[in-house]
């Protein structure tokens, strides 16, 4: 059905393998149309509880942008491009339904940057960070000087994008831009059952909880008042009923997601 991801839905968890080995699974127009269609269907469809990006191979995670479809583009279209890619990351970031990224190898430029617009991300040992741009004459355009300074803080995030330094993943689970780092072989085992417990969660609290925190670094929202409104909202859920009543009748709470 794709042609430059597979996919696979196991336990309610969708596996997106962004797949183009060759070229170290840069991210090209196809793989963005794609990772479109893909977020449509974790939106929709109800099987999909949660879900993991990692990258084809052993090598990368994804090494970038695909940097042979920059030659002849003018400013304008530059523009455009960047304006796809964060708006494409920026649904990512505000799925309904949680996204992490596993990442297995290089995550460069673009690859940093759609790591970062995931929930969060699990690393394996080989994992390497950073944001190249600079190396190429350009910036990072798909969110990564913004997301960057969020998850490490400015003084770090201002000498990775200026230097251009590549990070390893004990690094940056220093910095915190990784939660876990683990060997190449559980790195998927580790993750999904993280996604496990999320998944066993109400799912609406779930949602809840990403667009409240998600506010934080939005400008054109008060972060209180969201957690108000999903506060309130959760209130009106099956889901709460169920859980406070399992909580006091000492059983486990079976959610339905209502
Ligand atoms: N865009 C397009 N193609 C890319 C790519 C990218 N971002 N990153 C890697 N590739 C391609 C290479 O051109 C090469 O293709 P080829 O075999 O047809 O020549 C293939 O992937 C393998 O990459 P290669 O550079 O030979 O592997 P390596 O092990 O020597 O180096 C990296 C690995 C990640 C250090 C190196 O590929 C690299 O620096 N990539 C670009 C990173 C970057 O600048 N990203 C930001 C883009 S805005």
New binding site residues.
Partial sequence: MYKTLLTILENGILTIVINRP???N???KEVFFELNKILEEIENNPAIKSAIITGAGS??FV??????E?GGLNKEDAMALAKRGQDTFARIENSSKPIVAAVNG?A????CELAMSCNFRVAAENA?FG???V??G?I??YGGTQRLVQLIGKGKAMELLLSAHMIDANEAKQLGLVNYVTTAETLLEHTKKILDIINSKAPLAVAGCIKAANAVFDESKDGYAVEIEEFGNSFATEDMKEGTSAFLEKRKAVFSGK
Avoid: C, R, T
């Avoid at 090494?63 to 042979?68: L, M, Q, R």
């Avoid at 460069?108 to 690859?111: D, K, Q, S, V, W």
């Fill in positions: 060759d070229k170290l840069a991210l090209n090598k990368a090494a970038g942008a695909d940097i042979s920059f290089f460069l430029g673009g690859g390497k944001q190249p741009e190396n190429l350009l990072p355009g």
